[in-house]
């Protein structure tokens, strides 16, 4: 029997040891996380990207009543760099998010259709995405390509 070994590599950073690139996406997905339409989970994201150009992108998630029609932060930011400037590729994706009310910035990572939707960008840039996560403690999730979320992930339809 063979057996498969994958390994992933995520950095846990603080503040201090982020490049001001990194620092200023954060802040953009965290001022941009209040604006979120979430009435029904009450959980707000915030997603911002660097494109290659410089042009910084942010999103919100926006929620509906009919639950699966509702979009990530992530899916909504990554969509609009890819129809407004589609020969741009994407260098660094943030992420923050809270619930309703909190001062405290919640645990968050991408979802399993966010993280398919991070490795199409990859895949049509031939370019890994630099991620950098918030966590509640003030630490710093960052990685490096979506190959460390996504073990075996499906990116072919021609082999
Ligand atoms: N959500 C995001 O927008 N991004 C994530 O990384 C995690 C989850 C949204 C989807 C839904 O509107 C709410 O957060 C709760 O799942």
């Known amino acids: ?3 498969l070994t994958q390994s992933n590599e995520i950095e846990v950073l603080t503040l201090a040891e ?3 690139e990194e620092l200023q996406l ?7 996380s209040v604006q979120a339409y979430a009435p029904y989970s009450n959980f707000q994201v915030g997603a911002a990207v660097l494109l290659e150009n410089g042009k ?3 999103s919100s998630n926006q929620e509906n009543v009919s639950f699966p029609a509702g979009v990530c932060a ?3 930011v990554l969509g609009y760099a890819g129809a ?3 020969d741009q590729a994407v260098k660094i994706l943030a992420i923050a998010a809270r619930r309703t009310g909190d001062e405290v910035w919640a645990k968050v990572s991408p979802c399993g259709i966010c993280r398919q939707n991070i490795n199409e960008v990859e895949q049509r840039f031939k370019s890994p995405i630099r991620m950098v996560f918030l966590r509640p403690d003030g630490l710093v999730y960052r990685m490096e390509g979506i190959k460390h979320l996504l073990p075996l992930k499906f990116d072919d339809l021609t082999s």
């Open 74 to 76: 992530e899916q909504l």
């Open 56 to 58: 910084i992108l942010q």
């Open 84 to 86: 407004n400037f589609p």
């Open 18 to 20: 982020l490049t001001e």
């Open 26 to 32: 954060l802040e953009k997905a965290k001022a941009i």
């Open 1 to 3: 029997m063979e057996k």
